[in-house]
């Protein structure tokens, strides 16, 4: 078991993951029904969950071309948002990820586990045959849930995830797997600051809103609010907001 997961680990940080965590099974008890690691693979003994950390200069595509003799004034904002910012800071961290994803399963398999993964997120393509048949275009498998299950980090106000090494920027995909593997430690301390920053929240008015029975002091295993999805891409289309609660939290911030 020891030696397995450290190649595993090794593996994908040598090719490209920035931060690597792995939770055994039983940590996904009381989850959803269809969202249990053990719905899509039956003998799953463990999570492995690994993200790709997002550029800091993806994140404040605001201040680039701001004075471009190449770009028109009117586009700029959309060109910068919808293809520098989705390009660098999303869709091209996903497929490293879902590279990465395949080759584990597969090397896992050749062991003789059955594993399985799913894309990163859904592309706008994705996203459109998703919502006419899931509503509020929810994943088949929880990413955020499995992150923090794997002590990468913990949910934050605006339900993504904060880890310490690089707050919320960061994207994330999970190999379910047959494989018994060393679960890491879960998070102890909290990382979000919580009410007492709120910056997400207030960058994101109306999509967000705080569940009455969540605990402000504990470290945030689950969602400690509700985000209306489509209200939240309504505003980036309005505002070019895209990315901009991640950008705002301070946790691990450059600067």
């Known amino acids: ?37 053990c719905d899509f693979v039956p003998a799953a003994r463990s999570v492995i969950t690994f993200g790709v950390a997002v550029l800091h200069q993806s994140l404040y595509w605001e201040k680039h071309l701001a004075n471009s003799e190449f770009v028109p004034a009117e586009y700029r904002q959309d060109i910068l948002q919808n293809y520098l910012f989705m390009q660098t800071g999303y869709i091209i961290p996903n497929t490293l990820l879902d590279g ?36 509020f275009g929810l994943g088949l498998f929880s990413q955020r849930h499995a992150a923090v299950r794997a ?64 605990d402000p002091e504990a470290v945030w295993y689950n969602t400690p609010a509700r985000t209306d999805i489509r209200a939240c891409e309504k505003l980036d289309l309005v505002h070019y907001c895209r990315g901009r609660c991640v950008k705002v939290c301070p946790v691990a911030q450059k600067s």
């Open 151 to 214: 002590g990468l980090g913990e949910f934050g106000l605006n339900n993504v995830v904060v880890t310490p090494r690089y707050g919320p920027r960061v994207r994330l995909n999970s190999v379910i797997t047959e494989a018994e593997l060393t679960p890491s430690p879960l998070l102890k301390e909290k990382v979000c600051l919580g009410e007492s920053c709120s910056l997400c929240l207030q960058n994101c008015p109306g999509a967000i809103s705080l569940r009455p029975d969540f």
């Open 1 to 37: 078991m020891e030696a397995l997961t450290k190649e595993v680990i090794t593996w994908l940080k040598t090719n490209g993951a920035s931060i690597v965590g792995i939770s055994n099974v039983e940590r996904f008890d009381g989850a959803p029904k269809g969202h249990h690691p």
């Open 100 to 135: 990465m994803a395949l080759r584990i399963a597969n090397f896992l398999e050749s062991r003789g586990y059955l594993s399985l993964f799913f894309p990163a997120t859904y592309s706008y393509e994705e996203d459109k045959f998703i919502q006419q048949r899931i509503p």
